[in-house]
């Protein structure tokens, strides 16, 4: 039996579409899992069973996190956010992390997994980080643009095999302080974080890039996702 993989949903349009891009859910199955998407209930008890339900969570992509969780108030430069989002995707983290569940977050993903552990994120990379590279990538997704350093011993270096990669990128948030207990074990050339993993837990690990969107053309990518659902096992 395949492990099965919870991935959170993006929310959009008047009838609160739940959607996700497929690439997160091939690249789960490629690496020998069994994705399910999850609904978003309201209710802690519904949201706790779901936690029991999976073998790992998946923490997607996709809009801002409301700063009100991390005691900010919005910069003028915070995009959209998404309520529903925020509420039942920290309660999931949150869940995650009590059971020990591995987890595995891209993007928003990553951003959310800090704040739900008790960090804090910058709210615009352009306008808050000095001689900040560019993150917000212009080219196809499977197309890395920037380097990434790796902290030696990291699940993330041990999972790529490598002390640094190129990665895509695109996000204008990032995280600031990790959490309790949390390192960010990748760094970009301008000191933007981009990986954060947890010494505490067995497999909970986040990447600011998206490695969905790579994984086709790079076996590197892949490996990724091949550590996350082996340790769902
Ligand atoms: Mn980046």
Not at 21 to 35: H, T
Not at 54 to 77: I, K, T
Request: proline fraction near 7%; charged fraction near 20%; include cysteine.
């Amino acid at each position: 039996m395949r492990p099965i993989i919870g991935i959170t949903c993006k929310i959009e349009g008047e009838k609160d579409w739940l959607y996700l891009p497929q690439s997160y859910a091939k690249a789960i199955e490629a690496a020998g899992g069994m994705p399910l998407l999850l609904p978003y209930p309201e209710d802690a008890d519904r949201i706790s069973q779901l936690i029991q339900l999976v073998d790992g969570l998946l923490l997607s992509g996709g809009v801002d996190l409301d700063p009100s969780y991390f005691g900010e108030q919005p910069h003028p430069a915070l995009g959209e956010i998404s309520p529903q989002r925020d509420a039942v995707e920290l309660a999931l983290a949150r869940e995650a992390l009590q059971a020990d569940l591995p987890v595995f977050a891209i993007c928003r993903g990553v951003q959310l997994l800090n704040v739900a552990a008790g960090g804090t994120l910058v709210q615009d990379i352009p306008s808050q980080i000095a001689k900040a590279i560019k993150h917000s990538q212009k080219a196809p997704e499977w197309h890395p643009t920037h380097r990434v350093r790796l902290e030696k011993d990291s699940l993330l270096a041990k999972a790529l095999g490598a002390e640094e990669v190129a990665v895509n990128s695109y996000h204008h948030q990032a995280v600031k302080s990790p959490a309790p207990g949390f390192r960010i074990t990748a760094v970009a050339p301008d000191g933007v974080a981009e990986g954060l993993e947890s010494g505490g837990h067995t497999f909970v690990l986040g990447v600011q890039w998206h490695p969905e969107g790579m994984w086709q053309k790079d076996s590197q990518s892949l490996k990724l996702f091949k550590s996350f659902v082996d340790a769902c096992r």
